[in-house]
């Protein structure tokens, strides 16, 4: 697949290359529910099985990054969208949060915290929708630039320097969930919930208009994909779910500063979709295991760790085309072939 | 003040100095005075046993770890510290333990940092030093219960600021006490009518900011330019060109934006306006930013202290020795978490326990510790109260003026 | 008047630096149809070797420079066989996150051998200045106004007037054609990759004496070089220039006679406006070749 189009990562790991089996369309054969029912259960034994707080900080961070790593999915991978702005609507949704949420339930700040940043991914989209790709994803990181200003210089949004301390756990019905062991479960349910409304985007006649419009979008608009309409929906989609994402690391972390909303994060943030394999909705929830889990385990070799990160990244990606689901995917492909004669190998599946 | 001087010539003999320390903690100074030296030298230090020996944790950013901005000094300082007292026999029939975790200045990774750290079963943690860290910890540290020492200025974890704890205390002096400083000596010392302020846009440049514009109120002077910018900023032309008519510039940005400044000025014409940075100054590396010994001539600093510098008896010594030991200056951040470890040392030897709630204690009734960097008492879990203000001579950091009664 | 002066000769001499850095961009963009996103640590990886060439060394600062210049051509050499050559095929996302990677990569080596703390690198002006219609002008500004002159000269007839420019537009023009005119495509790539690290460092040792050295130097100038890049329309030489002007210009007089609380928006927000009023840039309409 040469790389010489837009998007074209994405298309490499293009389940839809397979030959048709059966009457229905191959995106039934995914069995993204079942991978979202795997999820739930693996969240909730983590939360019950864990024990210390530091588990718990990881686990939470993962629970967190999935979703936003997936929002991006919906920007990047489905509609092929090279955005840097995760991270700003990430912060967006967690000012909005706490600025709503003071002195009032937990749910104020979660609804303030989609509302606006859905009507400012709109705004933003608006603006520079008709752009290029590559104007596209500078205008993205133009964008994080601004916000990161706007947040340390708005004083009555966020907090003199954009520091803001003891944000309460959040509380629903009454009950707050102030435990690790309640904060895992419910971010967990958020992580779910995100997912489901994936999968059923995936699942959809819309997932299919995505990529018809990512992979080639004058063919598609004249066969009557409303182009303009689509990449709008999917960018804000994908933003409000950093603005939920957000809103979820300002409760759970209890405080929050400009910094943790830099440029590195709307780095990060790529790193995680496409570390886990941009061609799949479980990339992200990968990708973001890796970005959580991995820099801790190096921690032993102190000075080296940022040098040896960064070498790991770009082996894996040079080595492993189909980020870490690819390589899970090559695994049970190996695995299968050893056990005989099993289903035909690499029929076209994700690179 | 011979005794003392005894006495902290002493502290670089680990056995002595664990008996003055002992000596100090009766909160009385005078009585301090009076048994240090020799006499207690060989009494209490060694004759009790603790059940485990101390351990202290470190979360402090080092150099090579995911915080670029970190200098060594503060984990130079703690392990000297600890150095001398094992070397002299350790603590209650002890060694020290120590572990350092090595901590970003921002991100989630702050709050891993402080759960590994914690898993590490301290007695007290020492750092973080960036206010950031502080504030992302202060949560978790005050549920932990066990008392940490930071090395910041951040207001919102004093005792009664809005993320306080009773197991969180700082060893520096608060950062609007030492901006107010600058403007005393501004208007008190150089005279000044018309002041100029630049500033960085952060919370420790704007609460700097509002307490000097409070402390030049109150002396009668006047703000007569003021100019603020982003921490990264890289081109100040226009803020100093804002600074032509001043008689003082007073400067709260970080150590790169006061190097800047430094050069900026120079290049203006305004060289010979006297420049008052904040702590930062004291660091070894703000010369090289600034880069030209000559331009640094003149600028001031209101540092915690001034190692270098200092004429109370035994500081030179502590200086001499680390920088034989470390090849570097000492900044304050190294006097203070050597004097940080030594409080802990004093406290435990005082209470002949080691455990988290006896070393909170030790802290909250702090009064009257002689450290390297100064005397240390507790006042809303702030446990330095003085600035010093510093100029550069010939390359090097002399002391102008000490204050002793920040609030 | 003088104000003026002052903020508009420190205008032209950051965008003339931007200006290094994009050109830098535009040849392997013009060559590959990528984007280095290790521009940023290449412009601070250039500076520290200067550094360490004048400190360590003792050598003349002249020499440092020119040390800095080939060490870092050398640099985008390997960054291109080790990070863009074996994956040359794939989407251009791999190679974006193998540019980010490589970034990384730099970052951690310049920490582990320079240490963290903010340093400084000579100009060979030091700090004097000029007065220009009564404004006082620092040197360096000048030096630095002057040096990307002539390298925009160099550049440009490097692209109109040598076989290897006339290679480098054949591949912008239609990367199909010219392979098959017998173009050695990696040989042009290690040589466009090669001429942007040593442009970076360029860049570096003129910007670095106005400023502190830190790790971070190099990612303001990427950021607005970016930008440059985009009110250039990705296309000519002389449309990145005008670009990189416009920003330094906009940001210095902005700040200085708008609120400098917000001297760094002002670059961005005249790239947003240019993107939503002319998707193409101002000057071009060759973007979005291959991201």
Not at chain 1, 258 to 267: D, W
Not at chain 2, 192 to 220: C, M
Not at chain 2, 269 to 277: F, N
Not at chain 2, 392 to 404: A, C, I, M, P, R
Request: with cysteine; net charge negative.
């Amino acid at each position: 697949m040469p790389g010489s189009e837009v998007g074209t990562a994405p298309v490499a790991a293009e389940p839809a290359a397979r030959p048709a089996r059966g009457a229905r369309p191959p995106v039934y054969r995914q069995r993204q529910l079942h991978g979202v029912a795997a999820v739930a259960v693996l969240v909730v034994a983590l939360a019950l099985g864990v024990d210390s707080a530091f588990s718990y900080g990881l686990l939470h961070s993962w629970l967190v990054y999935s979703i936003v790593g997936l929002g991006f999915y919906l920007v990047f991978s489905l509609s092929g969208q090279f955005a840097f702005s995760q991270g700003a609507f990430f912060g967006l949704g967690a000012y909005a949060s706490v600025w709503a949420s003071e002195g009032r339930s937990f749910a104020w700040g979660l609804a303030a915290a989609v509302a606006l940043t859905a009507l400012v991914a709109l705004a933003f989209a608006a603006l520079v929708v008709r752009s290029d790709h590559f104007y596209f994803a500078i205008a993205t990181l133009a964008f994080s630039h601004i916000a990161l200003i706007v947040f340390r210089e708005l004083e009555w949004f966020t907090a003199p320097g954009g520091e803001i301390v003891g944000i309460p756990k959040p509380d629903l019905f009454g009950h707050r969930f102030a435990t690790g062991q309640d904060l895992a479960l419910f971010l967990g349910a958020f992580l779910v919930a995100a997912l489901l409304l994936t999968a059923l985007i995936e699942r959809s006649p819309l997932r299919r208009e995505a990529v018809a419009f990512r992979d080639n979008r004058q063919v598609a608009a004249t066969v009557g994909v409303p182009v303009l309409r689509l990449r709008l929906g999917m960018f804000v989609l994908g933003s409000t779910y950093a603005g939920v994402a957000g809103c979820l690391f300002a409760h759970k972390s209890g405080f929050i500063s400009t910094e943790s909303f830099a440029l590195e994060l709307g780095i990060d943030i790529f790193l995680i979709v496409l570390l886990g394999g941009a061609g799949s909705m479980w990339g992200p929830v990968l990708g973001a295991a890796f970005v959580v889990w991995m820099p801790e385990q190096l921690r032993f070799v102190g000075e080296y760790r940022a040098l040896i990160y960064g070498a790991l990244l770009v082996v894996v990606v040079v080595a492993f085309p189909g980020g870490l689901v690819g390589l899970v995917e090559a695994v049970g492909r190996w695995l299968r072939r050893g056990r005989g004669p099993g289903r035909p190998v690499g029929t076209g599946g994700r690179a | 003040m011979g005794r003392r001087s005894h006495r902290l010539l002493g502290s670089l003999l680990a056995l002595s100095l664990l008996a003055a320390a002992c000596g100090d903690d009766d909160g009385d100074d005078a009585a301090a005075d009076e048994s240090a030296g020799g006499e207690t030298t060989t009494t209490t230090a060694p004759d009790y046993e603790l059940e485990e020996p101390l351990r202290i944790v470190a979360v402090i950013s080092e150099p090579g770890g995911s915080d670029e901005n970190a200098v060594p000094d503060y984990v130079d300082g703690i392990e000297m510290a600890i150095a001398e007292i094992n070397d002299a026999g350790g603590l209650g029939g002890h060694p020290i333990e120590f572990e350092a975790v090595e901590t970003p200045a921002v991100g989630d990774e702050i709050t891993n940092s402080l759960n590994l750290a914690l898993e590490k079963d301290p007695d007290v943690l020492l750092g973080p030093v960036s206010s950031t860290a502080v504030l992302a910890m202060a949560e978790g540290v005050d549920a932990a219960g066990v008392p940490m020492i930071h090395n910041t200025t951040e207001p919102k974890v004093l005792r009664d600021g809005e993320a306080g704890s009773p197991w969180i205390f700082g060893n520096r002096p608060p950062n609007d006490g030492a901006a107010r400083i600058a403007a005393r000596y501004a208007v008190e010392e150089l005279g000044a009518e018309q002041i100029g302020q630049l500033y960085v846009n952060t919370a420790f440049g704007q609460s700097g900011n509002e307490a000097q514009d409070a402390e030049i109120e109150e002396l009668g002077a006047e703000v007569s330019a003021e100019r603020s910018f982003e921490f990264n900023a890289t081109d100040l032309t226009e803020a100093v060109l804002a600074m032509e008519d001043v008689d003082v510039v007073l400067d709260w940005g970080t150590p790169a934006t006061v190097g800047l400044a430094v050069n900026t000025l120079a290049q203006q014409g305004l060289a010979d306006v006297p420049h008052i940075g904040p702590g930062s100054v004291g660091f070894s590396f703000f010369a090289d930013i600034v880069g030209d010994e000559t331009l640094l001539e003149g600028v001031l600093g209101v540092v915690d202290c001034n190692p270098a510098d200092d004429d109370r008896e035994g500081v030179a010594a502590w200086h001499d020795a680390f920088v034989e030991e470390n090849g570097y200056e000492p900044s304050y951040g190294a006097a203070q978490m050597y004097d940080a470890v030594h409080i802990v040392a004093s406290i435990v030897n005082e209470a002949r326990a080691a455990d988290p709630e006896t070393i909170r204690e030790g802290l909250e009734s702090l009064d009257g510790h002689e450290g390297i960097c100064a005397t240390y008492s507790n006042d809303n879990n702030v446990l330095q109260h003085s600035s010093v203000v510093v100029r550069f001579e010939d390359g090097s950091l002399v002391t102008e003026k000490t204050y002793d009664d920040l609030s | 008047m003088e104000r003026f002066v002052s903020l508009f000769v420190t205008g032209v001499a950051q965008g003339a630096v931007f200006a290094v850095v994009a050109l830098g961009f535009l040849l392997i963009y013009k060559a590959t149809g990528v984007i280095n996103f290790a521009q940023g640590d290449l412009v601070t990886l250039g500076t520290y070797i200067a550094i360490w060439a004048a400190s360590d060394l003792e050598m003349p600062l002249l020499g440092a420079y020119a040390v800095a210049v080939a060490a870092l051509f050398v640099v985008g050499v390997l960054i291109e066989r080790f990070a863009y050559a074996p994956i040359r095929d794939r989407s251009i996302h791999v190679v974006v996150i193998s540019t980010l990677g490589a970034a990384l990569v730099i970052r951690a080596v310049i920490v582990l051998w320079r240490g963290t703390a903010p340093t400084r690198l000579r100009g060979p002006l030091g700090f004097e200045v000029v007065e220009v219609l009564g404004a006082r002008i620092p040197k360096q500004n000048l030096l630095i106004i002057g040096v990307t002159a002539v390298c925009v000269a160099a550049v440009w007839l490097l692209f109109h007037r040598t076989q290897f420019g006339r290679q480098v537009r054949a591949l912008a023009a239609d990367r199909m054609a010219a392979q098959m005119q017998g173009i050695r495509v990696a040989r042009m790539s290690m040589l466009t990759f090669g001429l942007a690290g040593g442009l970076s460092a360029l860049a570096g040792v003129l910007i670095a004496p106005t400023r502190a050295v830190s790790i971070d130097l190099g990612f303001g100038p990427m950021l607005y070089a970016f930008a440059a890049s985009i009110l250039g329309g990705m296309g000519s030489i002389g449309g990145v220039v005008v670009g990189a002007l416009a920003i330094g210009l906009v940001q210095q007089l902005g700040g200085g006679y708008i609120s400098p609380d917000y001297a760094e928006v002002y670059p961005f927000v005249l790239m947003l406006l240019v993107i939503a009023l002319r998707p193409q840039g101002v000057f071009g309409s060759e973007a979005g070749a291959r991201l």
